[in-house]
């Protein structure tokens, strides 16, 4: 592997994990709401296998899919007609937000905040992530409050359309590293660090940056950026 120029991580599963707290109460708030008739028990099944559905339509397609289209997925599975106008999603996104920063994520390896913004005062770093249910502008409240500051940049699905893997999401979050160095450099001694073989390796060797892949166990990701010291 070329000298590190610059690092992109992935974030969930990568960096953070979600309080297990969090989705139990967000799922409550979705039912109470949107399929009052549905067991807690069934509406949970249902949103964790759609949101799984959702990850693989985003992957194949290349594009978000974000809170409106996950949640509608749910519902036709409930077989519950999903009445999901404007003003019911901004206020169900609102609720949504106020639960997350109640219950917000965690730093899978308390290290990692630290190690994050040493590499960020040294080289460019840069979040590159899929969004899924919680959008860009919450996930930067939510990564500030699980410890990760710092001048780092971040690219969110859902604010540049493409999604990993698709090479696009990846020359956007190259052309911000690219533009923040001190001098040009290749796209190759770019890292991206991620958990998923697909999402994460392939999708950024096709945008000819270099990839590691690591469990989601926080130590393999602090290992992966020790390594590149």
Do not use: Y
Request: charged share 25%; net charge negative; with cysteine.
């Amino acid at each position: 592997m070329p000298t590190t120029c610059a690092i992109s991580l992935d974030i969930w599963g990568t960096l953070l994990r979600s309080d297990p707290s969090f989705k139990p109460a967000r799922n409550e708030m979705l039912r109470a709401a949107l399929a009052p008739s549905v067991s807690p028990e069934r509406f949970n099944e249902v949103m964790r296998s759609s949101d799984r559905e959702a990850d693989e339509i985003s992957m194949a397609r290349g594009t978000d899919v974000g809170f409106v289209e996950r949640t509608t997925l749910a519902l036709t599975a409930l077989d519950v007609p999903a009445q999901l106008d404007a003003s019911t999603v901004e206020r169900l996104m609102a609720q949504q937000a106020e639960l997350a920063r109640a219950h917000h994520p965690i730093a899978l390896d308390p290290r990692l905040p630290d190690l994050v913004a040493d590499f960020g005062r040294r080289m460019p770093v840069v979040l590159t992530s899929n969004t899924g249910m919680l959008p860009g502008v919450l996930m930067r409240d939510l990564l500030a409050s699980a410890g990760f500051h710092g001048d780092l940049g971040m690219v969110f699905s859902n604010e540049v359309e493409w999604a990993k893997p698709d090479r696009r999401i990846f020359e956007i979050s190259l052309t911000f590293v690219q533009g923040t160095a001190a001098e040009p450099f290749a796209s190759s001694c770019v890292v991206h660090i991620g958990d998923n073989p697909v999402a994460d390796v392939e999708g950024a060797r096709a945008a000819g940056l270099s990839a590691v892949l690591v469990e989601p166990d926080g130590e393999s990701t602090v290992a992966a950026l020790e390594a590149l010291r």
